[in-house]
């Protein structure tokens, strides 16, 4: 269906648990639908509107929902073709790449992947280098425009030095992520934040050009970026992020890593 069923608003302190509330105002539609399918054990909702990925599995589903799981799949013409147009790349709101999702069925075993445009099937996430984010944010000459008319976005004041952020763009609570320094593992928090890609690429260009941001264009918080705090801001860290299939997908992260438009 079109329009979502549930949102998410966060996560909790402790990471990993997606809080979820009803989608529509009260409730009426998740519940008759609830209704007509709670004879069956597993059910895939697949909807969209949003141009963002939220995967909300079984687990994290309120009360009363535990027999679904909403895939509300992102775009293929990501936030409506602008950042093309603005940039010349494909961004959706929520940081991932513009692209679809595909679905195998095999009697009772369903699986999935997301599958971007530029990419298809090979990456799944992107990481940032705050280090040279935090850089671009306080030199760039678009960015101060862009503040002084929106004074209350997201600077990412809350990461110190040598910090680095993983946008993974299917996640659900199924992933393992994690993040390696010269062989030792780095603590991981999850956080609801702005992706700072889709920020550069349509909405502080957007603003410089006079530009109004709307609701349905600007860039949302979104629940699957991860961080992490390395010890220094030149080593390389090694990325791995496992679906809950057992697919595997790495980065070797040389940092400084540049934060541009082009950035992979």
């Not at 956080?191 to 949302?220: A, K, Q, V």
């Not at 070797?252 to 950035?263: A, E, G, Q, Y």
Request: aromatic share 12%; glycine share 10%; net charge negative.
């Amino acid at each position: 269906m079109h329009c979502p069923g549930f949102s998410v608003n966060g996560v909790s302190d402790t990471g990993g648990i997606m809080n979820v509330s009803l989608g529509f105002s009260d409730g009426g539609m998740e519940q008759q639908l609830a209704d007509c399918l709670k004879g069956y054990t597993q059910m895939h909702l697949l909807t969209g509107d949003t141009h963002i990925n939220r995967s909300i599995p079984q687990g994290s589903m309120p009360s009363g929902y535990g027999n679904l799981h909403e895939h509300n799949i992102a775009a293929v013409c990501a936030s409506w073709w602008l950042t093309n147009y603005i940039s010349g790349n494909s961004i959706c709101k929520d940081g991932s790449e513009g692209g679809y999702m595909v679905f195998d069925n095999s009697g009772s075993d369903i699986s999935w992947k997301y599958r971007s445009l530029k990419y298809g099937d090979e990456k799944q996430f992107r990481a940032y280098d705050m280090n040279t984010v935090l850089d671009f944010l306080a030199t760039g000459t678009m960015v101060s425009k862009f503040y002084e008319k929106y004074p209350d976005r997201e600077r990412y004041s809350e990461f110190g030095e040598n910090t680095v952020l993983i946008n993974v763009w299917n996640w659900d609570p199924s992933w393992e992520i994690s993040v390696t320094e010269n062989g030792k593992e780095l603590a991981l928090t999850q956080h609801y934040i702005e992706d700072p890609l889709h920020t550069i690429s349509y909405d502080i260009p957007r603003t410089y050009t006079n530009g109004e941001l709307t609701s349905s264009f600007r860039t949302i918080k979104t629940h699957h970026i991860f961080s992490a705090q390395a010890a220094s801001a030149t080593s390389a860290l090694e990325i791995t992020a496992t679906d809950g299939f057992g697919d595997v997908y790495r980065e070797t992260m040389s940092r400084p890593k540049p934060f541009n438009v082009d950035i992979d």
